[in-house]
Every structure is written in structure tokens, then in C-alpha cells.
């Protein structure tokens, strides 16, 4: 069995439970070399998290499935991802750039033998190509034909390559060492970017540096004052009228501010007087200026009825929110 699920790839459009919410707000940013300013790219890592949160949740049916079936004991079982994703600053989503080799190069495979009761953590340098002849290691299998990668059932083997090879364009490896790059895969950023851990799928919505601020009265954050900002929100009128139970859910406020805002500021995004989400200002395409703005608010600070009233956006700056 095989099943090429495309979770938690793009589009990211899933909230935690499976429910979708109005992903196509957010247009793809026309920018050069597919490097997204970092506003959209914090956004998008955030957004990853979330349908992420989900994936899990849908592996843990088909886990289930399995041993309903009676074929999870007896199965060999296999999961992967074909490549990471490139959160990096600066740096294209994916493909190999200076920066982004620890977000590219490394993903987890988990296998789970017939009969395996115990798992066990192995740091060795997999790499895909590996994957053939481990499986068929495992199920007592002869490959017929000359194979690229190595059996990774057995002990390390010292003389293993530590490096590894990515392919921007066919034909052409371009390789990362090894020993750092895993390094940095090792240190983690979801646990420090979110507050899953700590609270759930609550936590998932409060990301980055302004995760203190998510759920707090706007009032906590400065005193609230001075001209009024004016902006236009994207898909206005799927505000109209909000169901937080429905099977989708106007969860992604995206807008462009009427006139210039100082360059240091961020958007506050408030449902029902408390901070839902954040996000910097960002040209939605190379030379504009940078006054649009993008957030996934949770669903669950919706209020069944009108939704428009239940918005509040603010413009915090040093001095405090307008």
C-alpha cells in the first residue's frame, strides 16, 4: 500500500481539525528568485505548523486503521517526506541556497518493522536513496539490479559519506556537509517558534516574537490613540457572517494599508477585543511599498453573527496602537 498524502504541503489551507479557511486571500507575492518577504514567510511557517497539526492528527487515523485491520504488527511501515520546506529569510522556499540546507536536505524517515514492539532513535546519514534496499532488507527481499543507496538495517558503517546531495536542476548535485547542518536540524525551531507544547492547538496561533501578545486585550500592548490607519481587507465579504463551526472559516485577514506606515510597525489583528495575530508590513510584488499585511487568526475567537464588528485592526508602533 502507498499513499502520497500532500500534507502538510501547500497549499496550506487546513486548520487543526481538518476544517479550511479562505487560503486564497493571500496571493502568491510576485517577487524575485521565489524569496518571500519575510512577513509572508513567517506567515506561511506559521501556516505550515497549523495544517501540520492536522497531519498529525490524520496519521494517527491511518495508524489506527491499520490496527483495526489487524496488518500494523505484522507490517512493515514507512513514512517520509521527499523534502523539507525553506522558512529561511532571505533565502527561496525550494530550492538549495546559501542559507536553507537544514531546512531542505533533512526530513524525518520513521519505520516500523514487522514485529517491532521498541523504537529507537538512529542519527545516521540516511539519505533516499537508502530507502529501497532498507525495505527490502526488511521483508527478506532481492533487488535484481545494481541500486545507488545502502541497506541501513545493520550497524553505521564508518566509511558512509557524511555529506549530502540536493538537485536544483537535474544532473547537477550540489552538495552540503553533513555535521553542522544536522547540527542546526537537531537544535529545533517549532518548539521555540510556537506554543504548541505548552498549550495545544491553541499555541499554534501564538508564533514568534509577538506570541506573548495572542490573546491579551489590545490595551495590554500601549496606550491605544492618535489619527486612525485605514485599510482595506481582501474578501471583505466573507466576514459578513461568521460560523466558527462551519466547515470553513474566514481565517486569513489580509488587507493593504491606505497610506505609509513607519517601517518598524505591525499590524495588530484583534477578534472580539483580544489579540488574535500579528504581522509585519510587506510589497505584495517587487517595488510596490511595503503596506499590505497578512494573519490567520484562530476560529475559535469567532462569535456566531456578523463578522465584520468582531475585527479590529490596530497599527502598533513605538508609541503605541492606532
Do not use: C
Amino acid at each position: 500500500y502507498f499513499l502520497h498524502l500532500l500534507l502538510p504541503h501547500t497549499p496550506w489551507k487546513y486548520l487543526p481539525d481538518g476544517r479550511v479557511y479562505n487560503s486564497s486571500s493571500l496571493p502568491n507575492a510576485a517577487v524575485a528568485r521565489d524569496v518571500w518577504p519575510t512577513p509572508v514567510q513567517q506567515l506561511n511557517q506559521q501556516r505550515h505548523l497549523v495544517q501540520l497539526a492536522y497531519t498529525d492528527k490524520v496519521v494517527a487515523r491511518i495508524i489506527d486503521r491499520l490496527k483495526t485491520q489487524g496488518l500494523y504488527d505484522k507490517s512493515l511501515v514507512v513514512m517520509t517526506a521527499d523534502h523539507g520546506e525553506g522558512f529561511t529569510g532571505g533565502n527561496p522556499r525550494r530550492l538549495l541556497a546559501e542559507g536553507n540546507a537544514s531546512d531542505l536536505m533533512w526530513v524525518p524517515t520513521l519505520i516500523k518493522a514487522p514485529g517491532q514492539t521498541q523504537g529507537r532513535v538512529d542519527d545516521r546519514n540516511w539519505q533516499h536513496v537508502d530507502l529501497l534496499p532498507t525495505v527490502a532488507d526488511h521483508v527478506g527481499l532481492t533487488i535484481p539490479w545494481k541500486v545507488d543507496g545502502r541497506s541501513q538495517t545493520g550497524p553505521p558503517d564508518p566509511k558512509a559519506p557524511t555529506d549530502k546531495a540536493w538537485y536544483n536542476h537535474p544532473g547537477e548535485p550540489l552538495h552540503r556537509p553533513g555535521p553542522p547542518n544536522f547540527a542546526k536540524v537537531l537544535r529545533g525551531v517549532t518548539d521555540t517558534l510556537i506554543r504548541a507544547h505548552q498549550h495545544g492547538d491553541r499555541g499554534f496561533y501564538q508564533y514568534g516574537a509577538t506570541a506573548d501578545w495572542i490573546y491579551q486585550p489590545p490595551a495590554r500592548l500601549g496606550p491605544i490613540g492618535g489619527p486612525p490607519a485605514t485599510a482595506t481587507i481582501r474578501d471583505w465579504e466573507l466576514f459578513t457572517r461568521v460560523d466558527p463551526e462551519a466547515p470553513a472559516v474566514p481565517t486569513l485577514v489580509v488587507g493593504q494599508l491606505s497610506g505609509s506606515a513607519p517601517k518598524d510597525a505591525t499590524v495588530v489583528v484583534a477578534v472580539n477585543d483580544q489579540v488574535a495575530a500579528t504581522s509585519g508590513l510587506f510589497p505584495m510584488q517587487d517595488g510596490q511599498p511595503a503596506t499590505s499585511f497578512a494573519a490567520l487568526v484562530p476560529d475559535f475567537l469567532y462569535k456566531p453573527g456578523p463578522g465584520h464588528p468582531q475585527l479590529q485592526l490596530y497599527l502598533a508602533t513605538k508609541t503605541g496602537l492606532q
